[in-house]
């Protein structure tokens, strides 16, 4: 009997998502609309009692139930309060988030929802005895209420089929609202996948890699930085056309003639788990999505070259990227002006840079450097905490990680003085760089590209990570820019005039790998010119 009570709370109260979503649908305003959605709502109630069933012991149900009715109320405020969904993806995320990133996500909304939700059915529940009875009796009652349970499920399946079938084709999202078994199939599914590929033996790759021709006789060794942003979207940078002037400092250093701006390039995933790794891997997205195996990465073929390759993270950690590479957690220092509450500032990254790069091995470091750097970049919800206040351009931005609660001219504000911020750390790295190609110490180049972008409230959507297929073209449609120094155009043959004429091609993360590889000449079988952007001006 609590388990039917527990499946229909989290049936009715603990699936509002999905209802406030259902009746948006124009064909659910009528009368056949209701009463399929009764018949979904008996659905969810049978599935979840048929799971409650198998664990209705002494002991055991009431710390399910409970975990069930936290999960449900947590899901259900992030899912009413930023229009994400829970899936796989978004399971893998919560498994990674840190400290600091739950900190940013609290709120006094999330607090309620987890009271009503959760907590007042919680202590009804805990009040309640459970009757004492024999191993052998428990045990057909649960298999009863299995039964009943799948009998419902059937007969409500077999009498709205037509509609049921109907609503998953055209509104796929509505699938990852029932709530808490969307949360439920996400962990599973992400232990599936992930379970099998942690076991495998990490494949190496690129043994044939070498160093080409131009390290035969080079005057100066390269040193390339490739940042990677973190949630810029494209839609808000101006050297991509946007209104406000996001790039100031950026767009000065476009005059020079040694930058370009790419204006269509899409990222591997929706999110920081699944972009990171994929723009590193040879595979590409297709087939790195769909690989049990694990493999090593463009930084294990760079050092495995002979190159020095150092990873800077100013944010969650490389995602096992950095692994086998010289490292460093910038979170740790406590920069005056830079850190402050286990958080430092982007140009953090920046200071010391020469020391870090001198500490590497001196052998690797005179036949050539690539430098990682991890922004923290635009990572919400707290936009406002990611610009310092010299950069703060647009004002009054949100200043609240209830994004919701905002004005949206001022959550736009606040985002848009997050890239004003990037802006200036990437033309702060270029003109680092500039000053070693002109003291000819080395040819330098730099590359920027965010791993993935963001919604701000369109279509009341916020965040990012829906499924990919879900995506709207603000969470896949992401800024890169390249910087060259004469130095390095002169070595390489590539010229930005010509990249600039090629900026507007299709590109993506799996073009990433390649276009490392041909730029710092580095010899593989990997190597794929096709892939390659910088080839079609060399």
């Known amino acids: 009997m609590l388990a039917l009570v527990v499946s229909g709370w989290l049936a009715t109260v603990g699936n509002v998502p999905l209802w406030r979503a259902l009746f948006a649908l ?42 069930l ?33 739950t900190r940013d996500l609290l709120s006094w909304w999330l607090v309620l929802s987890l009271v009503v939700i959760a907590g007042l059915p919680m202590v009804w529940l805990f009040r309640q005895r459970l009757v004492e009875r024999s191993l052998w ?30 609503l998953m084709r055209n509104h796929k999202d509505v699938r990852y609202l029932i709530n808490p078994l969307n949360a439920l199939y996400g962990v599973g599914k992400l232990a599936a996948d992930q379970v099998p590929r942690a076991q495998q033996v990490l494949q190496v790759i690129g043994e044939d890699a070498r160093l080409g021709a131009a390290y035969a006789a080079q005057e100066r060794p390269p040193i390339v930085l490739l940042v990677v942003g973190e949630t810029a979207r494209a839609a808000n940078f101006s050297l991509g056309g946007y209104a406000r002037n996001t790039n100031p400092e950026l767009s000065e250093l476009k005059k020079t003639g040694d930058l370009t701006y790419y204006r269509a390039v899409r990222s591997c995933g929706t999110n920081t788990q699944a972009s990171v790794p994929c723009m590193f891997s040879h595979l590409g997205k297709s087939a790195f999505e769909a690989s049990p195996e694990r493999f090593e990465n463009l930084l294990d073929v760079l050092q495995r070259a002979g190159l020095a390759v150092l990873w800077l993270d100013n944010q ?68 406002f905490k990611r610009s310092p206040t010299a950069f703060k351009k647009f004002m009054p931005e949100c200043a609240s990680n209830v994004l919701q609660q905002c004005p949206r001219e001022q959550l736009i504000n606040a985002f848009d003085n997050t890239l004003v911020y990037t802006d200036h750390v990437l033309a702060s790295a270029a003109k680092w760089l500039d000053q070693k190609s002109q003291a000819g110490q080395a040819d330098t180049a730099l590359l920027y590209v965010s791993d993935h972008g963001e919604s701000l409230g369109e279509n009341n959507l ?17 800024p890169m820019v390249t910087w060259l120094s004469g130095a390095m155009q002169k070595r390489t043959g590539v010229r930005t005039d010509c990249l600039n004429q090629h900026a507007d091609a299709p590109l993506t993360h799996d073009n990433l790998f390649h276009a490392m590889l041909g730029l710092l000449d580095v010899q593989t079988r990997l190597y794929k010119p096709e892939m390659d952007w910088f080839a079609a001006c060399r």
């Open 462 to 478: 916020y965040l990012h990570g829906l499924p990919y297929a879900l995506a709207p073209e603000f969470q896949t449609h992401v």
């Open 137 to 166: 009796s428990h045990a057909w009652r649960n298999l009863l209420a299995l039964l009943g349970a799948t009998v419902v499920m059937v007969g409500v399946l077999l009498a709205s089929y037509q509609d049921m079938a109907s």
């Open 316 to 383: 969650s950690g490389c995602k096992g990227l950095c692994d086998r590479i010289p490292n460093v957690l910038t979170r740790t220092l406590e920069e005056p002006g830079l850190c402050a509450d286990g958080e430092c500032f982007d140009e953090v990254m920046l200071k010391g840079l020469d020391a870090r790069i001198a500490a590497l091995d001196p052998v690797r470091r005179a036949r050539g450097v690539v430098v990682v750097m991890h922004q923290m970049g635009s990572h919400g919800p707290a936009y």
């Open 69 to 101: 009715l936290i999960t449900a109320a947590s899901s259900t405020y992030f899912m009413l309060q930023y229009g994400v969904v829970i899936d796989a993806t978004m399971m893998a995320n919560v498994m990674h988030t840190d400290a600091r990133e």
């Open 26 to 67: 124009p064909e659910q305003s009528s009368l056949r609309g209701l009463l399929f959605a009764a018949g979904f709502a008996a659905l969810i109630a049978a599935a979840t009692m048929a799971l409650l069933s198998l664990l209705a012991w002494p002991g055991v149900f009431k710390l399910v139930a409970s975990l």
